[in-house]
C-alpha cells in the first residue's frame, strides 16, 4: 500500500480526532453539554476555523490541537463511540491488512492518542483480534535513553 500522505490517511490520529470534532460541532451532531464545553475551550467561529485551516501553514497541527478535548471528556458516551470509530476505522485499513503478519507479531502504537487512548485500543484490538504491543507517548525519550546507554557503553570499552 503506497500513503497518500495525512489528508487522506490520517485515521483516528489528532488531525483525524479533531477534524470529526469541528465537524460534529459544525453540525450539531455533539450532545448539547459537550458543545457547551468544545464552544467554551474553542474558538469555534466558521472564519476563525477556515482561516487556521486554509490560510495559515499545518492545518493538521491546528485539527490536532481540538484531540485534547477527547480526553479532557473520556467519560462521555459520545466521546467513546468517537474514539471507537477512528480506531476501528485505523484497525480496517492500516492493520488487518497485515493478516500473516498479526498472526507473529504484536501491533505497537506511538503517540499521546495511543497514550491516553489505550483502554479503547485494546478494546478494538480484541474486536479485531489483534494483540497489542508496547504503547509509547514520546518515542524520542526512549531515543535518548539508549544513545545515552550507548555513549556510556562506549566510554566504559
Do not use: C
Not at 477527547?70 to 471507537?84: M, S
Amino acid at each position: 500500500m503506497v500513503s497518500l500522505g495525512y489528508t487522506l490517511m490520517d485515521d483516528a490520529s489528532g488531525n483525524w480526532y479533531g477534524k470529526q470534532l469541528l465537524k460534529d460541532y459544525n453540525y450539531g451532531k455533539m450532545p448539547g453539554v459537550l458543545m457547551e464545553r468544545f464552544a467554551a475551550e474553542y474558538n469555534t467561529d466558521p472564519d476563525y476555523i477556515k482561516y487556521n485551516l486554509y490560510k495559515l501553514p499545518n492545518p493538521n497541527a491546528y485539527l490536532a490541537k481540538h484531540a485534547e478535548f477527547i480526553f479532557k471528556n473520556l467519560e462521555e458516551r459520545y466521546i467513546k463511540k468517537l474514539l471507537r470509530k477512528g480506531l476501528r476505522k485505523f484497525s480496517r485499513n492500516m492493520i488487518l491488512q497485515f493478516q500473516e503478519e498479526l498472526k507473529q507479531y504484536k501491533v505497537h502504537f506511538v503517540g499521546s492518542i495511543a497514550h491516553f487512548a489505550e483502554k479503547r485500543i485494546k478494546q478494538v484490538a480484541n474486536e479485531f483480534d489483534y494483540e497489542v504491543g508496547n504503547i509509547v507517548r514520546r518515542p524520542i525519550e526512549g531515543l535518548v535513553h539508549y544513545h545515552i546507554a550507548k555513549i556510556k557503553q562506549q566510554q566504559n570499552v
